[in-house]
């Protein structure tokens, strides 16, 4: 497996409410909702379900990331179900104050070493991505 780590984002939140936030999918559903249409627009094809999230994926077709370990106040990680190749996204959680908590995003990838050259990049793009999307979500 190819391990691709995103940038590490810091929000001034507490690791627990982080953690009740990125554990829980369903919760984002009534989210998505109420984001104003024209911005909804980007989201198109995704779509939140309990423990998992539906996305459309350009050259994939539907992937759909479903939690696999919960680790409280530490880390969450989601199985890609559908994908051509093994695929993990994993949240790392780390408190560094009361109220301060930084998320890793980790994608776990098995490409051939040959494809490496050519996606590798990509993959690095996607995983920087996730931390924004965080920073995002809890700004």
Known sequence: MSVYSGKAVTLQRPASEIYAKVSDLGQYKSLVEAIPEEHREKLAGVEFRGDCVKMDAPGVGELVFK?????????????????????????????????????????????????????????QQAADQFGQIFTSLFA
Not at 84 to 109: G, N, W
């Open 67 to 123: 939690i696999i370990e919960r680790v409280p106040g530490k880390k969450v990680v989601l199985n890609a179900e559908g994908c051509p190749i093994p695929l993990k996204l994993i949240l790392d959680i780390s408190a560094t104050a009361e109220t301060t908590t930084t998320i890793t995003p980790r994608v776990d990838i098995q490409i051939p070493a040959m494809l490496k050259p050519f996606i590798g990049n990509k993959i």
